[in-house]
């Protein structure tokens, strides 16, 4: 099964591994990395490490990060490039992606990214209304 990694600037990690659990239920092997203002990179690191000892058992890692080019994404994407058969990263990661995530984690590694990419772009929709004239 595949482990994930939430990580985000400030708490928003942990918000969405609250909500998806409020939703779905408890998941094992899932950890949240948070980087805070007065972190560098290699807190990141170090971090992201500590997570990594936590997993039990996983074929996979598949990090989930908030934002492209940011610090989260930068020191995770320096991690998956090393095992880049074991590992991935999506960034813009949300609660749809999250949730889908869940529910896919038992599947090859290539065959969950592409339903995540696939799965976060129809999460993002408007709400457009009908407006109907009643005669005004």
């Known amino acids: 099964m595949i482990a994930i990694i939430i990580a985000s600037h400030g708490e928003f990690a942990k918000g969405l591994l609250q909500s998806a659990t409020m ?6 092997n899932i950890a949240t990395v948070t ?3 007065h972190e560098t990179s290699d ?3 170090i971090k992201y490490q500590t997570a990594l000892n936590k997993f039990d058992t996983a074929d996979a890692v598949l990090f989930l990060v908030d934002l492209w080019g940011g610090s989260p994404f930068t ?3 320096q991690i998956v490039s090393r095992q880049p058969a074991q590992m991935a990263l999506i960034a813009g990661v ?3 992606i999250l949730m889908d995530a869940f529910t896919i984690r038992d599947q090859p590694l290539d065959k969950v990214l592409a339903h995540l990419e696939k799965s976060g772009k129809k999460g993002v929709r408007r709400f457009a ?3 109907h004239d009643e005669g005004n």
């Not at 939703?23 to 094992?28: E, L, M, N, T, V």
């Open 75 to 77: 020191v995770a994407s």
């Open 129 to 131: 209304p009908e407006t």
């Open 35 to 37: 980087f805070e203002d």
């Open 23 to 28: 939703i779905f239920g408890k998941q094992a």
């Open 94 to 96: 949300n609660l749809p």
């Open 43 to 45: 807190d990141l690191k």
